[in-house]
């Protein structure tokens, strides 16, 4: 079994219950938008932590703009998606920057997301700080129980911290 857990949008701030929960997992994966680079010193997943660059993370210049990660039975694409659509990315367009993708994971929002709709999903965590987290700190958990058994579970954290 592996944990992968998903955030994104933290400018600076990460909630300590979503950091406990990343740190219990394999992976972390940040969608970008972290404003503060030593905000990602508190993550310290088991195996890996991929992040990549958000609107707002121009002045860090260690990460890139897209990220991919290849996992039993798919891989997962990462991107901020603020270049899909300003105020709300397009999944379609998602998708189709993505054709070979498991799971598609952005940010940008702020709004926690889970479109399973069609076999590539299309994820976005929420804000897992205090910028615009519309009244809690959200994240993602992925479970990957076998090559076929991928589940994934919202995250929503009361907003006093």
């Known amino acids: 079994m592996i944990e992968v857990g998903i955030l994104s949008d933290t400018h600076g701030v990460i909630h300590p219950e979503i950091i406990k929960l990343m740190n219990a997992c394999d992976f972390v994966i940040h969608a970008g938008d972290i404003v503060d680079e030593t905000s990602l010193e508190m993550?310290?997943?088991?195996?890996?932590?991929?992040?990549?660059?958000?609107?707002?993370?121009?002045?860090?210049?260690?990460?890139?703009?897209?990220?991919?990660?290849?996992?039993?039975?798919?891989?997962?694409?990462?991107?901020?998606?603020?270049?899909?659509?300003?105020?709300q990315p397009s999944h379609d367009s998602l998708r189709e920057a993505y054709p070979n993708a498991k799971v598609i994971v952005y940010g940008h929002t702020h709004k926690q997301v889970i479109d399973k709709d069609q076999s590539t999903w299309v994820v976005n965590p929420g804000s897992a700080g205090k910028t615009r987290n519309y009244g809690a700190a959200k994240c993602l958990k992925l479970t990957i129980k076998s090559e076929r058994d991928w589940v994934i579970e919202p995250k929503i954290f009361d907003d006093i911290f």
């Open 43 to 87: 993550l310290n997943p088991k195996q890996r932590m991929i992040a990549v660059k958000g609107n707002n993370d121009i002045h860090i210049t260690s990460l890139g703009e897209v990220e991919l990660l290849d996992l039993p039975g798919g891989n997962i694409a990462i991107e901020h998606g603020h270049l899909h659509g300003h105020i």
